[in-house]
């Protein structure tokens, strides 16, 4: 399957990327990149185990670097690509950013925020889900069947 640069297809590739990187960490395989006129401005994947910090999740580090990049707080004109649906947490913290798009692949019925609190999204921000999810959702299934045993 030959991917468009520039696609969700091709950017949720990159987030795999990412996601990959925490499970080679043994962190929960969660990725996520920040894309801005078609160019990656920021990437991150979970890393609450290596910071020791619960709020260390990859679309809080894609915020924190994307607004560094963009010298700005507000996030507009970006789109966040991200393997499983946002918590409640990072969805919060979408809504601060203002970011208008956001792009995921796996839902999170435990603990994902449609489950919790729709709400908590911005309203204007245009939500895309299940794009390449059987893979994002393997990926975390796996994980949590080796952690089992």
């Known amino acids: 399957m030959e991917l ?10 990159e987030a ?3 996601a990959k990187e925490a499970l080679a960490a043994d962190e929960i395989p969660v990725g996520a990149v920040i894309v801005h006129s078609g160019k990656i401005i920021a990437r991150g994947r979970n890393m609450t185990e290596k910071l020791n910090d619960v ?7 894609c915020f924190t670097s994307a607004a560094n990049y963009m010298n700005s ?8 690509y991200v393997t499983l649906e946002p918590c409640v947490m990072c969805a919060g913290a979408s809504f601060w950013t203002q970011i208008p798009r ?7 019925e435990k603990r994902g925020y449609t489950t919790i609190a ?3 999204i911005h309203k204007k921000t245009q939500i895309k889900k299940g794009v390449l999810e059987e893979e994002c959702s ?3 299934k796996d994980f949590f069947k ?3 045993k």
């Open 138 to 140: 393997t990926l975390l």
């Open 73 to 80: 707080k507000y996030l507009k004109d970006c789109t966040l």
């Open 55 to 61: 709020t260390a999740h990859a679309e809080m580090i």
């Open 16 to 18: 795999l990327k990412e």
């Open 102 to 108: 956001i792009v995921y692949g796996a839902s999170d």
């Open 146 to 148: 080796k952690k089992r």
């Open 118 to 120: 729709q709400g908590v």
């Open 4 to 13: 468009n640069y520039g696609s969700d297809e091709h950017f949720m590739r």
